[in-house]
Nanobody
Framework: QVQLVESGGGLVQPGGSLRLSCAAS????????MGWYRQAPGKQRDLVAL???????TYADSVKGRFTISRDNAKNTVYVQMNSLKPEDTAVYYC?????????WGPGTQVTVSS
């Protein structure tokens, strides 16, 4: 099993920035990618950004140029720096750890972009 602890969500004004962190523990040897998904009320959970163990990144088109994902393999932690936030970025953000046989999810952290 893999445990994920997220932090960094909150309320921010449009145009502002937030950084989310997700620390993994447990059976992390099988994890080859980590990232973030988000789910707004009444919508499906969608990819935000993903990063592999060797640093290959994938971003949703809606966040390209505004969000940056990174990871610290020594700390088993993934980050997403979110800049130029928009009201449509409001959602619960979930950390994902992708293993060879399973996906593991964090409990989610709320990000609200509002004036």
């Amino acid at each position: 099993q893999v445990q994920l602890v997220e932090s960094g969500g909150g309320l921010v004004q449009p145009g502002g920035s937030l950084r989310l962190s997700c620390a993994a523990s447990g059976s992390i040897f099988s994890i080859y990618a980590m990232g973030w998904y988000r789910q707004a009320p009444g919508k499906q959970r969608d990819l935000v950004a993903l990063i592999t163990k060797i640093g290959t990144t994938t971003y949703a088109d809606s966040v390209k140029g505004r969000f940056t994902i990174s990871r610290d393999n020594a700390k088993n932690t993934v980050y997403v720096q979110m800049n130029s936030l928009k009201p449509e970025d409001t959602a619960v953000y979930y950390c994902l750890a992708r293993g060879a046989a399973s996906d593991y999810w964090g409990p989610g952290t709320q990000v609200t972009v509002s004036s």
